[in-house]
T-cell receptor
Framework: AQSVAQPEDQVNVAEGNPLTVKCTYS??????LFWYVQYPNRGLQFLLKYITGDNLVKGSYGFEAEFNKSQTSFHLKKPSALVSDSALYFC?????????????FGTGTKLQVIP | DSGVTQTPKHLITATGQRVTLRCSPRSGDLSVYWYQQSLDQGLQFLIQYYNGEERAKGNILERFSAQQFPDLHSELNLSSLELGDSALYFC?????????????FGQGTRLTVV
């Protein structure tokens, strides 16, 4: 069975510092990988996805993620954190076969950016 | 704004009751997914509809059902409600049921069962 792990429940970072939110996955074959952000009392907002190609994927709001096949990781990064980036971040993955209903979500990482 | 609309935003009801949650997908999206988000179980896939037909079932209880109408909006019906059904229910939509497309989520309906 496929799985997604977000090993940190919470990440604290100072404003202006680089941030990393970690994600590892277990998926058969070449994975489709996604990052979403959830602000309080809001739905999940799509940030970026990796399907194939360049291992560094750029997304919304200055976020990027690096796909590392050997480490089965897809860490979310941003060079300079903003207080407004404080939110809950979800990593998700699925195998190429099937559709979006087969996406597995991680448990989420709360990002706190400290002014 | 994702383009996915869910109503109502909040719902408070008593145990044993039945409620209906409504979702309007993004314009042009044929596939609708329902998820339950609770503190202890994270985001759980419930069910998917594609162009009016049930496509996939996840961890959906027998007390729950859904349908997608000809205009592509979808409803999730929850009956014989229990305290443990209190959660945030999300609807998401995508263009197709397969392929590489991501899904876009509505703002959710927060259900509180008292």
């Amino acid at each position: 069975a496929q799985s997604v792990a977000q090993p940190e429940d919470q990440v604290n970072v100072a404003e202006g510092n680089p941030l990393t939110v970690k994600c590892t996955y277990s998926v058969s074959g070449n994975p489709y990988l996604f990052w979403y952000v959830q602000y309080p009392n809001r739905g999940l907002q799509f940030l970026l996805k990796y399907i194939t190609g360049d291992n560094l994927v750029k997304g919304s709001y200055g976020f990027e993620a690096e796909f590392n096949k050997s480490q089965t990781s897809f860490h979310l990064k941003k060079p300079s954190a903003l207080v407004s980036d404080s939110a809950l971040y979800f990593c998700a993955a699925r195998a190429p076969s099937g559709g979006y209903q087969k996406v597995t979500f991680g448990t989420g990482t709360k990002l706190q950016v400290i002014p | 704004d994702s383009g996915v609309t869910q109503t109502p935003k909040h719902l408070i009801t008593a145990t044993g009751q039945r409620v209906t949650l409504r979702c309007s997908p993004r314009s042009g999206d044929l596939s609708v997914y329902w998820y339950q988000q609770s503190l202890d179980q994270g985001l759980q896939f419930l069910i998917q509809y594609y162009n009016g037909e049930e496509r996939a079932k996840g961890n959906i209880l027998e007390r729950f059902s859904a349908q997608q109408f000809p205009d592509l909006h979808s409803e999730l019906n929850l009956s014989s409600l229990e305290l443990g059904d209190s959660a945030l229910y999300f609807c998401a939509s995508s263009v197709r049921g397969a392929g590489t497309a991501e899904a876009f989520f509505g703002q959710g309906t927060r259900l509180t069962v008292v």
